[in-house]
Nanobody
Framework: QVQLVESGGGLVQAGGSLRLSCAASGNIYNLNAMGWYRQAPGKQRELVARITRGGSTNYADSVKGRFTISRDNAKNTVYLQMNSLKPEDTAVYYC?????????WGKGTQVTVSS
């Protein structure tokens, strides 16, 4: 069974930084991509950033230039460095894993940015 463990969320003032981590464990093969999504109250879950096994990345327009996604393939771990945080970045952030023909989700970590 695949397990995703997220860490690094919390409360930060606007302009501050946070780093999220997500470690995947279990019988994972043909790993395709890992990423981060977020869901704010009353809104749909949206892609924040995604990185493929080969290192290709894509970002939501709202975070480009502020967030950086990276990964350690050997550890099946993905990171999200979030800088210049804004109150509108407040949401629950979910780790996402695409492998073989499956998609798995973490339980989410809360990020709150105060103004």
């Amino acid at each position: 069974q695949v397990q995703l463990v997220e860490s690094g969320g919390g409360l930060v003032q606007a302009g501050g930084s946070l780093r999220l981590s997500c470690a995947a464990s279990g019988n994972i093969y043909n790993l395709n991509a890992m990423g981060w999504y977020r869901q704010a109250p009353g809104k749909q879950r949206e892609l924040v950033a995604r990185i493929t096994r080969g290192g290709s990345t894509n970002y939501a327009d709202s975070v480009k230039g502020r967030f950086t996604i990276s990964r350690d393939n050997a550890k099946n771990t993905v990171y999200l460095q979030m800088n210049s945080l804004k109150p509108e970045d407040t949401a629950v952030y979910y780790c996402n894993l695409e492998w073989f023909k499956y998609t798995d989700w973490g339980k989410g970590t809360q990020v709150t940015v105060s103004s």
